[in-house]
């Protein structure tokens, strides 16, 4: 691109993810960065427009984060959303209190200018989503009011030049009507960032940034099965060609068949696979902390690979894997609370022997299986259910051993051939089971039985970041429940889990 990026300014909001999809939706390119490094990385990247993200905290507390001068200076058009907003009014000497009455859920949005670039297109009243207990009393000097709710006056603000501009709700969420309207009003009325950004454009920055950062080096690259690792592969391949050697980890924590499913998907590839299933089931022996299990894993998955590259060819010297956005978003890279420690971020010991290279990190799913499908990577492969990292060991609650792997193995198998086929392909996103480790008495063939639960989860989504449970037919269900207990013999018991995210997330742990 000829320009810069818009830069989302986190505060800590925890779905400030949302905003960067809402603003990829519009083809314009986004990153995310905490308030802490925003200075350093906006001196970097010359932005095209900043966006200030809502956040926990109110803009009194002690140590709140707060809006830098600089930014509002004129030269970058600003979007404050929120505690955005609320730090704006207060940086530029409004006045922000404790609201009599909170506001948190759906409210009715009153424009008052409504041919204002910001509110082109939006009806004269809407539906928005609010989430604040505190309020703004007092303006700053030079700034006007756009439109309200009943609860909350200055609901959108503008400063006179119209280069500030301020929402008190959450344009981002789908909750409000015509939040996508305000924020592709203020990309191209406002700041007038062209909408020519796709992944597929992402292809040959991403070759050559690989390049760049391995040298003349030679490189492996992590492969799991899963399209985050196969496209990084691909783009690997493109830029490495025969410098990069892919290696796959049989932990045993895989789903049953994975193994040869990778290999007949990269045949051209030059794989090894390690078998180190005895020693990632010897390193989680005990451990029933769900966190404890991700950095395990995160450290033995390093090592391994320490060990592979020792062994391999001397001159390997980075790590390609495929990170993506949500990963560093959800392991608390992006500035928000972490929420779980993914392996391969998160999760990664201190004394990492590699240079790592991630391709694919500011990226989310939906866009990883556009640039997979611009690579020409088999549609298979493109819309493979994702896998966590951990594997079967976070679908396991409480201690994880090769017996409980094998029956939850057994399950899952049922549970993908079941809902396979393309009547589940692209509404699916996720289904696999999980072994929670409770146990319950049944009836078997005038036997009393004392067996495993087995649950089964089967989620629709577009990115990973929030989901919802679909709504399997009953005789799906029943389907499922009767292979389930019939085939896989320590299991008595199947219920399904009818939770969204949020408030739950995709895996149990």
């Given at each position: 691109?000829?320009?810069?990026?818009?830069?989302?300014?986190?505060?800590?909001?925890?779905?400030?993810?949302?905003?960067?999809?809402?603003?990829?939706?519009?083809?314009?390119?986004?990153?995310?960065?905490?308030?802490?490094?925003?200075?350093?990385?906006?001196?970097?990247?010359?932005?095209?427009?900043?966006?200030?993200?809502?956040?926990?905290?109110?803009?009194?507390?002690?140590?709140?984060?707060?809006?830098?001068?600089?930014?509002?200076?004129?030269?970058?058009?600003v979007l404050?959303?929120?505690?955005?907003?609320?730090?704006?009014?207060?940086?530029?000497?409004?006045?922000?209190?404790?609201?009599l009455?909170?506001?948190?859920g759906?409210?009715?949005?009153t424009?008052?200018?409504?041919?204002?670039?910001l509110?082109?297109?939006?009806?004269?009243?809407?539906?928005?989503?609010?989430?604040?207990?505190?309020?703004?009393?007092?303006?700053?000097?030079?700034?006007?009011?756009l439109?309200?709710?009943p609860?909350?006056?200055?609901?959108?603000?503008?400063r006179?030049?119209?280069?500030?501009?301020?929402?008190?709700?959450?344009?981002?969420?789908?909750?409000?009507?015509?939040?996508?309207?305000?924020?592709?009003?203020?990309?191209?009325?406002?700041?007038?960032?062209?909408?020519?950004?796709?992944?597929?454009?992402?292809?040959?920055d991403?070759?050559?940034?690989?390049?760049?950062?391995?040298g003349?080096?030679?490189?492996?690259?992590?492969?799991?099965?899963?399209?985050d690792?196969?496209?990084?592969?691909?783009?690997?391949?493109?830029?490495?060609?025969?410098?990069?050697?892919?290696?796959?980890?049989?932990?045993g924590?895989?789903?049953?068949?994975?193994?040869?499913?990778?290999?007949?998907?990269?045949?051209?590839?030059?794989?090894?696979?390690?078998?180190?299933?005895?020693?990632?089931?010897?390193?989680?022996?005990?451990?029933?902390?769900?966190e404890?299990?991700?950095?395990?894993?995160?450290?033995?998955?390093?090592?391994?690979?320490?060990?592979?590259?020792?062994?391999?060819?001397?001159?390997?010297?980075?790590?390609?894997?495929?990170?993506?956005?949500?990963d560093?978003?959800?392991?608390?890279?992006?500035?928000?609370?972490?929420?779980?420690?993914?392996?391969?971020?998160?999760?990664?010991?201190?004394?990492?022997?590699?240079?790592?290279?991630?391709?694919?990190?500011?990226?989310?799913?939906?866009?990883?299986?556009?640039?997979?499908?611009t690579?020409?990577?088999?549609?298979?492969?493109?819309?493979?259910?994702?896998?966590?990292?951990?594997?079967?060991?976070?679908?396991?609650?409480?201690?994880?051993?090769?017996?409980?792997?094998?029956?939850?193995?057994?399950?899952?198998?049922?549970?993908?051939?079941?809902?396979?086929?393309?009547e589940?392909?692209?509404?699916?996103?996720?289904?696999?089971?999980?072994?929670?480790?409770?146990?319950?008495?049944?009836?078997?063939?005038?036997?009393?039985?004392?067996?495993?639960?087995?649950?089964?989860?089967?989620v629709?989504?577009?990115?990973?970041?929030?989901?919802?449970?679909?709504?399997?037919?009953?005789e799906?269900?029943?389907?499922?429940?009767?292979?389930?207990?019939?085939?896989?013999?320590?299991?008595?018991?199947?219920?399904?889990?009818?939770?969204?995210?949020?408030?739950?997330?995709?895996?149990?742990?």
């Amino acid at each position: 691109m000829s320009h810069g990026p818009v830069v989302i300014v986190d505060f800590g909001a925890q779905y400030n993810q949302l905003i960067a999809r809402r603003i990829r939706e519009q083809h314009v390119f986004c990153e995310v960065i905490p308030a802490r490094r925003a200075a350093e990385r906006l001196a970097e990247v010359d932005p095209s427009a900043l966006v200030l993200s809502g956040g926990p905290m109110s803009v009194y507390d002690e140590n709140a984060p707060a809006v830098d001068p600089a930014w509002l200076d004129g030269r970058v058009p600003v979007l404050a959303i929120c505690y955005g907003l609320q730090a704006v009014v207060r940086a530029e000497g409004g006045e922000v209190v404790p609201a009599l009455r909170r506001e948190y859920g759906r409210a009715p949005l009153t424009l008052k200018e409504p041919v204002h670039p910001l509110l082109q297109g939006m009806p004269p009243t809407s539906t928005v989503w609010m989430s604040h207990g505190d309020e703004v009393r007092r303006l700053p000097a030079g700034y006007r009011l756009l439109a309200s709710t009943p609860e909350c006056g200055p609901a959108v603000i503008a400063r006179a030049d119209g280069r500030v501009l301020g929402v008190q709700f959450h344009p981002e969420v789908r909750h409000t009507e015509a939040g996508l309207t305000l924020l592709e009003n203020f990309l191209v009325r406002v700041a007038g960032v062209p909408q020519d950004w796709t992944p597929s454009h992402f292809v040959p920055d991403a070759v050559a940034r690989i390049q760049e950062e391995v040298g003349s080096a030679e490189a492996l690259v992590a492969l799991s099965g899963g399209v985050d690792s196969a496209v990084a592969a691909a783009l690997a391949q493109r830029a490495l060609g025969d410098r990069l050697h892919a290696v796959m980890v049989d932990n045993g924590l895989l789903r049953a068949g994975e193994v040869e499913e990778v290999r007949r998907a990269f045949p051209e590839l030059d794989l090894t696979v390690i078998d180190a299933r005895g020693r990632f089931v010897a390193a989680l022996a005990g451990i029933v902390d769900p966190e404890q299990k991700r950095r395990i894993v995160g450290r033995e998955f390093i090592r391994v690979f320490e060990e592979a590259a020792r062994a391999h060819a001397e001159g390997v010297e980075c790590l390609i894997q495929g990170t993506v956005y949500p990963d560093v978003i959800e392991s608390g890279g992006g500035g928000a609370a972490t929420i779980k420690s993914h392996h391969n971020v998160g999760g990664l010991p201190d004394d990492v022997a590699f240079r790592l290279v991630e391709p694919l990190s500011l990226l989310f799913k939906d866009e990883v299986r556009q640039v997979g499908e611009t690579l020409g990577l088999p549609s298979a492969l493109v819309w493979r259910q994702p896998f966590p990292g951990p594997g079967l060991s976070v679908r396991i609650l409480g201690e994880v051993t090769a017996e409980r792997l094998e029956v939850l193995r057994q399950a899952d198998a049922i549970v993908r051939a079941e809902l396979a086929g393309p009547e589940w392909d692209r509404e699916i996103w996720q289904a696999f089971a999980v072994l929670p480790g409770i146990r319950s008495v049944g009836v078997m063939g005038d036997h009393r039985t004392y067996g495993e639960t087995v649950i089964v989860r089967a989620v629709s989504s577009d990115d990973g970041m929030t989901a919802d449970w679909v709504r399997l037919p009953h005789e799906v269900l029943d389907r499922l429940a009767t292979r389930l207990v019939g085939e896989v013999a320590a299991v008595n018991r199947v219920v399904y889990d009818i939770t969204s995210k949020p408030p739950g997330t995709i895996e149990w742990e």
